[in-house]
């Protein structure tokens, strides 16, 4: 009887502690005309088993509840062991009561500047610089985690930020573009700056009210759960007062633009002519877009 009790206990515990990520890792060479090198291979081979394996949160994770996401490194210059690319990172969550999966975080990093040697240990260390391929892979894990979070509780991410932001801190002295000020306004610096100030509160306000007021209501309303997302996006505008033309509300319809279409070109006709009006104000450069929306 012990015995059967211990097995069902591993069973469980098996189940319950798994990592936080399902994360798949594509490292793309061809810009280099040297594709077919196996340090390529290697490099996604580590950084897939690095992301996965990692416990990046003290909270227990069942395997059904790992976030989908996925890397993408175009390396653009190879030389011994520095590469210069850019990283696509992307991550979803399900929507309540569907097997429809949203986005929620969609980033084009152009600044990934990172040296590797085939092989080579590759650890993360939460208060201390290990090199600038572990900041920048950790840095937007913390994104992900947060912005996930975001989506299921107001403010929810609020510690995965914070861990960004000492990603940021730690890294900025070590060289490496994106972790300071000066270098430019849509940066990791300026990604983190811009969602923990208050002058842009409404980004994460809206984060939580579209999926969870919104999308996740829909399987059991679809016509209030319309009216909700509606509210949410119109909600930016206040955001867009302070700050036209803003960072994060890029970095949210890179997103969400498509979605947002596809929601109100269907199913039951809300009143649409006030979203309309405040994406083409928020948004203008998705206006071909919002030219699809019909009810």
């Known amino acids: 009887m012990r015995r059967h009790f211990f097995i069902f206990f591993l069973f469980i515990s098996v189940l319950s502690v798994g990592q936080e990520l399902n994360c798949t890792v594509t490292v793309v060479a061809q810009q280099t005309g040297n594709d077919n090198n196996q340090v390529f291979r290697t490099l996604e081979r ?9 416990q990046w949160t003290d909270k227990k994770f069942k395997t059904q509840e790992r976030i989908e996401c996925s890397m993408v490194i175009n390396v653009q210059n190879y030389n011994n062991d520095a590469f210069s690319a850019t990283l696509q990172v992307q991550s979803s969550r399900p929507v309540y009561g569907s097997t429809y999966s949203t986005p929620v975080y969609t980033f084009n990093d152009k600044d990934f ?24 892979l950790a840095f937007h894990i913390y994104m992900i985690l947060g912005m996930d979070a975001d989506t299921f509780a107001p403010n929810g991410g609020n510690n995965y930020f914070r861990q960004a932001q000492t990603i940021v801190n730690y890294s900025a002295g070590n060289g490496g573009k994106g972790w300071k000020l000066e270098d430019g306004l849509q940066s990791r610096f300026a990604l983190i700056d811009n969602l923990l100030s208050p002058t842009y509160k409404e ?29 949410s996006v119109s909600d930016l505008q206040k955001m867009h007062g302070r700050r036209p033309n803003s960072f994060l509300m890029r970095v949210f319809f890179d997103s969400k633009a498509n979605e947002v279409a596809s929601i109100f070109s269907g199913g039951p006709s809300v009143s649409i002519s006030q979203l309309v009006n405040a994406l083409n104000k928020i948004s203008p ?11």
Do not use: C, P
Request: without cysteine; charged residues 25%; hydrophobic residues 35%.
């Open 113 to 136: 500047q990172f040296r590797y040697l085939e092989f080579q240990n590759l650890v993360f260390n939460s208060n201390q610089f290990e090199s600038n391929l572990i900041s920048t």
């Open 46 to 54: 580590q950084l897939t088993e690095f992301i996965n394996n990692t």
């Open 285 to 295: 450069v998705n206006a071909s877009k919002w030219q699809k929306i019909k009810f």
């Open 203 to 231: 980004f994460r306000s809206s984060m939580y009210s579209y999926h969870r007021d919104g999308l996740d209501l829909m399987y059991k309303d679809l016509k209030k759960g319309k009216e909700a997302v509606s509210a």
